[in-house]
């Protein structure tokens, strides 16, 4: 009776860790996930030069992982329901670091695309269960809100220290170390989490949509494929025309089996909601040029300026704590001026941004032709973010508000990825294979000009579009989430 009674109080201790440590694991899960988005922008000269990538394969390190991440992030939330949390943490944190090290080991260019997908499957798996191990950890109330803005700043910082962690790895080791950081603190992360965490689920005898996720996927990537051999090939080509035809009636596929099935992936019903259907048109308009920023501000920093990989991480600081100032500053806008206005001015910033830096020339002062255009690109960004996501979700019913939320991130990441695909194939088009300072120069201005045009007709979208402003109770809502907060500082 002892015994047993020993053992059920040793296995009470185990079922709850101290709320720190579980707050901090699911912490460290996110920090991998959003730091791996923005990590390897600096190394991709490096990654070209040793793996011999083409100008248009160099942009699948950056999509293999976005449209993986994209494609099945819907669908990894959905399996922490039904499967348990930390069983989905665990795996997704497992494929992430087993596709790290192989990615940090890759010897040829496909080895390393295939390790990036598989890093964006497991992340797309490991992502959404931080945020509800988290939540589930943590009772409502002021110690919730305060650990919730840490795990938000935690992922803020991830992105923010993406160059400059990139930049001191590859300058100080090689490329591949900005992939194999990765396994030792996986591998950390993954001990603690077995040990320490707690299982819960939420499902309700729904199957998962993987039909949808793998259909979304393949169409994404498949038309991104596309889009990328139009500069080689021609648009009339058939290895141009197959892959898009290919692709759009993938997609086509994936709507209507949305339309069918009883458990969607991507509740189509959700988008006859203006608030919802008009948000998300924004934020992926917006994400197709936006997500382009650092990836092409990377490559002029090195490719024509010159700048280290160290150099280039830190150039583009600025820029990052813009994203964090935008972000933490339009919550304070919003009951001024409205969700829509805000916005549509921090696009307008955005596209005063991506006009300035189209003007960058072969010789770039950092100050006028870096820094300052960047923190405008940045600033807009982050101020037009947290409006579009509180309108979507204000249009959405109470139960429907985590599944709003990350559709929203997945419009802006799918968004990303194929205007990533179409900006590269717009500056491969006009360098025409030239590696000259003034070729490169100019391919990438035109890509920053058609940014801006991208973005102003993404402002025009939110003008006529959007709702003017968050329905009274989403406004009660938000009011008191600030209240929250402020009696938990």
Do not use: H
């Amino acid at each position: 009776m002892l015994e047993a009674a020993d053992v059920t109080r040793s296995s009470t201790r185990r079922s709850a860790p101290p709320t720190w440590l579980v707050v901090a694991l699911a912490c460290a899960g996110q920090f991998l996930v959003v730091l791996d988005v923005s990590v390897v922008n600096v190394a991709l000269p490096s990654m070209r030069a040793d793996l011999g990538l083409s100008p248009q394969g160099l942009q699948w390190v950056v999509n293999a992982y976005a449209i993986a991440f994209a494609g099945f992030m819907l669908l990894g939330g959905r399996a922490g329901d039904l499967y348990g949390r930390k069983r989905m943490f665990l795996v997704g944190l497992a494929l992430f670091t087993a596709a790290s090290l192989g990615g940090g080991l890759a010897q040829e260019g496909d080895q390393l695309l295939v390790a990036r997908a598989v890093q964006g499957l497991g992340a797309a798996v490991l992502a959404p269960s931080t945020l509800t191990i988290l939540t589930s950890a943590v009772p409502e109330g002021a110690a919730r809100a305060r650990a919730i803005a840490t795990w938000t700043a935690v992922g803020a910082g991830g992105g923010a220290a993406g160059g400059l962690v990139g930049g001191a790895l590859v300058d100080g080791l090689s490329w591949r170390w900005v992939l194999l950081i990765n396994v030792p603190i996986g591998a950390l992360v993954l001990a603690g989490s077995m040990r320490w965490l707690v299982e819960s689920r939420n499902g309700d005898g729904r199957r998962l949509d993987l039909p949808g996720a793998l259909l979304v996927t393949a169409g994404l990537g498949t038309l991104a494929y596309g889009i990328s051999q139009t500069e080689a090939e021609g648009w009339t080509a058939a290895a141009t025309v197959v892959p898009l035809t290919a692709g759009l009636a993938l997609i086509a596929l994936f709507l209507a089996v949305e339309a069918r099935t009883t458990a969607p992936l991507m509740p189509l019903g959700l988008f006859r909601v203006r608030a919802v259907s008009s948000a998300n048109a924004a934020m992926f308009v917006n994400g197709s040029a936006m997500f382009c920023m650092w990836f092409f501000m990377t490559l002029y920093a090195q490719n024509v300026l010159g700048y280290t990989p160290f150099e280039a991480g830190l150039a583009l600081v600025p820029s990052s704590l813009a994203v964090l100032l935008g972000s933490k500053s339009a919550p304070r806008f919003l009951p001024v001026f409205g969700a829509r206005n805000v916005a549509v001015l921090g696009t307008v910033l955005a596209a005063v941004g991506f006009g300035w830096q189209s003007m960058m020339t072969p010789e770039g002062n950092y100050l006028t032709e870096i820094m300052f255009p960047g923190i405008l690109m940045m600033l807009g960004a982050g101020l037009t973010a947290t409006p579009l996501a509180a309108l979507a979700t204000s249009g959405a019913a109470p139960g429907e508000a985590g599944l709003v939320s990350g559709l929203v991130n997945t419009s802006r990441t799918m968004g990303g990825s194929l205007g990533l695909a179409v900006m590269s194939t717009i500056a491969a088009t006009r360098t025409a294979g030239s590696g000259a300072p003034g070729a490169l120069t100019e391919g990438y201005a035109l890509v920053f000009r058609t940014g801006t045009g991208v973005l102003l007709a993404g402002a025009v979208l939110m003008l006529v579009w959007l709702p003017r402003g968050l329905s009274a109770k989403s406004a009660k809502s938000a009011k008191s989430a600030r209240s929250a907060k402020s009696s938990g500082n």
